[in-house]
């Protein structure tokens, strides 16, 4: 069994481990929440990675239908690439830092609106089927230079959000050195690489997709939520 039980989810691939978020690596985020993070009690930009835990029962798949938590009527998708490793990664420098990469997945970060940035959103971000990922991994070389990569998020077939990974503060490779400087990464783990602020919201009923070309596309319907 792999480490966080992924073989009990057929259709995860094998690779799939622990998925780790990260929020404020991006330019538009950074700067929408800039007069917060430069106030009481942060006074400045963060100096080192931000993570947040998706836990294994937030994995969906493809073409699953999300149920929202009770009383909860709106939520936000995030759509994000995620950097899956290849093998137990510590201290990486950033010059050799991609050669400790798998390949790449696409996710949906789905998220109930929240305001505080003083306490971690588990309930918002660690809800069942919080984190539908696609079911294959785009290895490097058929993707190539990753910060070239557009990520478009859907909501009814429209597209509703688009960034480029060309503004992430930290790449991939200075994201994956940063990250492990502090904590050891190993084979399956997951980097979502951002959750770029203004995500749009959808509600029961629609039809929500991420879409990174030449890595893929998830989609899903967001259900009723749970009485």
């Not at 010059?95 to 306490?119: E, K, Q």
Request: proline letters at 7%.
């Amino acid at each position: 069994m792999s480490q966080n039980g992924a073989e009990e989810i057929p259709w995860v691939p094998a690779e799939i481990g622990n998925i780790y978020g990260v929020i404020l690596n991006d330019e538009e985020t950074l700067a929408r929440y800039g007069a917060a993070l430069t106030g009481e009690p942060y006074k400045a930009e963060p100096s080192a990675p931000v993570l947040y835990f998706k836990p294994a029962n937030t994995i969906a798949r493809d073409g699953d239908e999300i149920a929202l938590p009770a009383r909860a009527e709106i939520v936000e998708v995030y759509g994000t690439l995620g950097v899956v490793m290849a093998r137990e990664t510590c201290r990486a420098e950033e010059t050799n830092a991609l050669a400790h990469v798998r390949g790449y997945i696409v996710a949906a970060d789905l998220t109930l609106p929240h305001d505080s940035l003083y306490r971690p959103p588990i309930i918002e971000k660690c809800f069942d089927g919080a984190c539908p990922i696609g079911s294959e991994i785009a290895d490097m070389q058929s993707v190539g230079d990753a910060s070239t990569l557009e990520v478009r998020i859907l909501v009814n077939g429209m597209v509703m959000q688009r960034w480029a990974l060309s503004s992430l503060r930290r790449g991939i490779a200075k994201l994956i050195a940063d990250v492990t400087g502090f904590m050891t990464l190993y084979p399956g783990d997951v980097l979502l690489v951002a959750a770029v602020a203004g995500a749009p919201r959808a509600r029961a009923g629609d039809i929500v997709a991420v879409e990174i070309p030449r890595v893929g596309r998830v989609e899903n319907r967001i259900g009723g939520a749970i009485p």
